[in-house]
């Protein structure tokens, strides 16, 4: 599942026009380089959720095919927040184990390595239910989310990272939410997290949160670099 349901107000003027998943990365839509990874990776089927600019994310991606991929949509509206989302696209998604990320990230991290712990998650009941991948703390976001710790996640103990917006889902852990509901994620991954729910591991390489249009325009210069 693809998260693009945000209204990108920090992004403002650049969203006030056009959706941020839509706005350009490197000469691409942010949208399509994760299309493009997932694909990549052996994913035949995703759900994106869309509210602001609803159509014109449907319009760019249509069914998908151009990417090789089957593309179904979500719609909200108003967008629901993360955990809304998810729960509300739970028809959508079926059952299992899948991989979960925002739209509005740029990052080299191998997709396939989400596919691959998502087939081990389904495979062997007794791993953690969620995975997150989480990076250095950005100068934005200093103190960064939760800690980590040979392999598991912590709310007050091991190295202090920040969530990618990048993990795997048990989409069991979303069941008995209400569906069409404003919900936040965060409250809900404290809870996982201090049952022990939750696995994760620290990714140093290229991860960009394009939160503002100084961030954009920052991570095109250096794209457009000919050291890059």
């Given amino acids: 599942m693809l998260l693009?349901?945000?209204?990108?107000?920090?992004?403002?003027?650049?969203?006030?026009?056009?959706?941020?998943?839509?706005?350009?990365?490197?000469?691409?839509?942010l949208l399509d380089w994760h299309l493009e990874k997932l694909a990549q990776a052996g994913v035949g089927e995703v759900v994106i959720n869309v509210a602001h600019g609803a159509a014109a994310i449907m319009e760019h991606?249509?069914?998908?095919?151009?990417?090789?991929?089957?593309?179904?949509?979500?719609?909200?509206?108003?967008?629901?927040?993360?955990?809304?989302?998810i729960a509300s696209a739970l028809p959508l998604l079926g059952d299992g184990v899948v991989p979960i990320l925002s739209a509005d990230l740029y990052t080299d991290y191998d997709y396939r390595a989400l596919v691959e712990r998502a087939r081990r998650m389904t495979a062997e009941?007794?791993?953690?239910?969620l995975h997150l991948i989480m990076v250095n703390n950005p100068d934005f976001h200093d103190q960064g989310d939760f800690g980590l710790g040979d392999g598991k996640l912590f709310l007050n103990q091991g190295e202090r990272l920040t969530f990618a917006s990048l993990g795997v889902y048990d989409l069991a852990l979303f069941r008995g939410l209400p569906r069409n509901a404003r919900m936040k994620l965060t409250p809900f991954y404290r809870e996982w997290i201090a049952r022990g729910l939750a696995s994760g591991e620290r990714y140093d390489g290229t991860w960009h949160n394009l939160g503002t249009p100084e961030q954009l325009a920052g991570l095109n210069a250096q794209l457009a670099s000919p050291n890059y």
């Fill in 4 to 29: 693009a349901a945000g209204r990108g107000e920090r992004m403002r003027p650049l969203t006030d026009h056009r959706p941020k998943p839509l706005l350009t990365v490197g000469g691409r839509a």
């Fill in 61 to 85: 991606c249509r069914e998908g095919a151009h990417f090789g991929l089957a593309i179904r949509y979500a719609v909200e509206a108003p967008a629901l927040e993360t955990a809304g989302g």
């Fill in 125 to 129: 009941p007794s791993l953690p239910r």
